[in-house]
């Protein structure tokens, strides 16, 4: 035990704590002042540093453990997305097309109807929902209904009308619509055209921004999140509004989260102009990495591979790979940091090709001045990786980032676009297992924001109804203490925070949550039903179930 130097505002007694200090891996009870852990230990050790202003919790035996981080997450998108249709869990065309014909009838034929998250490759018709399709249901109100990985948007006519897109729009850069044999747009946009439609979609006012945020952030206190990185999807428009809310909640001291924001790649002249830096910010908001883009996604049949897909080409890069390079080169000579999505197993070879690049100049320069970026560059998704560039990515000091939950949407997709190469995608145990830092996260709005369905799926690499059973591509599997490490001690690392985050450790902010069951236990299939029953972020209780 290591006692305070002062009486306790909080402490926590009768627990089945979870440290993920290798130090002292358990502990029955906690004490708390000022947002800080002060000490743990047994329950008598703890109890008697009670004073009478001292707020006692009975833990009744639960699971703590520390706060989680989802090192991914499309916070922006996300929460101004719960405000429009959630077509995660339509099962079929129509029932889609149900969903938008709902929303069509309460709302005046000006307004958009806006939706995300639907995923054809889960449907028995495995037909995306084409201009057709959403004229049918409504001619008069403009639609745009975002696939599951946000590298597609469906539209319908009074969409296209309004982003002045017709037969002869020629394809935008890095981008494609998609047209038929007479040259008709069909309402499918990939990549970069969605942006076309998403320039002429009304702006939220800040305020609605900011009131959805902060909804948000309470959201994700029942989910177990205490952390998260705001990562700028492709075109980056949502940027600079997102990081004004970030910063006014933070002003307002209503940020009740440890958050990292990324920065679009195209805003890295800006942002050496301004002399930003990755890690500029206090203990609640940071500027993050730059975000690129190597590639597409798999679904969209855009992720750029070594062997064509079973029914489309090599997908595509987006740019070129010695752009690329010569940007991260810049942004780190800046001392900024770098993310940069990869999703097939050629871009992640040319990214790895990139940095193995990038490390021999650094060597060089280190024998001039050179103050490198406050953190390491890493890989996004690394989604399809052959073996051979899983040992040279484990070489470089760069991390992947991955999205387990994401790996059991894409299953059957992967299983038809690719077949058997299937089992060099989602490589999470050959990852770990090289040394690569993997840091868990959802993707979110891709995927469902909670680590708990994330660490099932990693964990399982089951859907929730035991399919397929023993697990797809089950020598992948990790255990639940790398996936929990995946949440905690290794984004504490890699975002240079270990002596404040990642473990329940005297001195460490007190960020921890309470589950209703001990995920290193229970039958792994019941690791997704677990419930958050208590979130403590910066000392304070932030969320009760009871």
């Not at 439609?197 to 305020?207: E, G, R, W």
């Not at 990185?229 to 940020?255: S, T």
């Amino acid at each position: 035990m290591t006692p305070g130097a002062s009486l306790p505002d909080l402490i926590l007694l009768n627990g089945n704590i979870r440290t993920m200090d290798a130090q002292r891996a358990y502990t029955q009870a906690m004490a708390i002042k000022a947002g800080r852990i002060t000490a743990v230990g047994e329950n008598d050790e703890i109890s008697v540093l009670a004073g009478s202003k001292t707020k006692r919790v009975n833990l009744n035996g639960r699971l703590g453990i520390p706060g989680m981080m989802d090192s991914h997450f499309h916070f922006y998108d996300w929460a101004m997305g719960r405000q429009q249709l959630d077509l995660a869990h339509v099962r079929s065309l129509d029932e889609c097309l149900s969903q938008v014909a709902q929303a069509a009838g309460k709302l005046p034929q000006a307004n958009w109807i806006l939706g995300q998250g639907w995923n054809e490759s889960d449907w028995p018709e495995h037909i995306m929902p084409g201009r057709d399709h959403l004229d049918g249901v409504s001619p008069a109100h403009p639609i745009a209904l975002w696939r599951c990985d946000l590298h597609l948007v469906s539209v319908n006519s009074r969409a296209l009308e309004l982003a002045g897109i017709d037969e002869t729009t020629p394809n935008p850069p890095d981008g494609v619509i998609e047209k038929d044999s007479t040259g008709r747009p069909t309402g499918i946009l990939r990549e970069l055209a969605p942006n076309l439609v998403k320039a002429v979609i009304p702006t939220p006012s800040t305020d609605d921004i900011v009131t959805a945020m902060r909804d948000g952030i309470s959201h994700l206190h029942t989910l177990g999140l205490t952390g998260l990185h705001d990562v700028r999807l492709m075109g980056g428009v949502e940027g600079p509004a997102a990081l004004k809310a970030w910063q006014f909640l933070n002003e307002k001291g209503q940020l009740e989260l440890r958050c990292w924001v990324s920065l679009a790649g195209e805003r890295l002249e800006e942002a050496i102009a301004l002399g930003l830096r990755t890690g500029l910010g206090d203990e609640r908001l940071h500027i993050g990495h730059l975000k690129y883009f190597a590639d597409g996604g798999m679904g969209a049949r855009t992720a750029w591979m070594l062997e064509p897909y079973l029914d489309a080409e090599y997908g595509m890069p987006l740019g070129s790979m010695e752009e690329l390079a010569n940007k991260i080169a810049a942004a780190e000579k800046a001392g900024l940091a770098v993310i940069v999505h990869a999703i097939g197993d050629r871009a992640n070879r040319e990214v790895i090709t990139i940095l193995e690049e990038l490390a021999k100049l650094r060597s060089a320069a280190r024998k001039r001045s050179f103050v490198p970026a406050a953190l390491p560059h890493r890989i996004e998704h690394t989604q399809m990786i052959r073996s051979e560039d899983i040992q040279r990515l484990a070489k470089l000091k760069v991390a992947a980032c991955v999205q387990p939950h994401n790996m059991i949407l894409d299953i059957n997709m992967i299983d038809e676009s690719v077949g058997p190469r299937g089992r060099w995608t989602y490589a999470y145990k050959e990852m770990i297992d090289a040394g690569i830092p993997v840091l868990l996260s959802s993707d979110a709005p891709v995927c469902d924001p909670s680590p708990l369905v994330g660490i099932h799926a990693a964990v399982t690499r089951q859907r929730r109804d035991g399919t397929p059973a023993g697990g797809w591509y089950p020598e992948q599997r990790i255990s639940v203490e790398d996936a929990v490490r995946g949440y905690t001690t290794l984004p504490a690392a890699f975002y240079g925070q270990s002596r404040d985050m990642g473990t329940l450790t005297p001195g460490k902010w007190a960020d921890m949550i309470v589950l209703d069951r001990d995920i290193f236990q229970v039958d792994p299939m019941e690791i997704a039903d677990a419930r958050v029953e208590m979130t403590i972020f910066d000392g304070r209780i932030v969320y009760r179930s009871d």
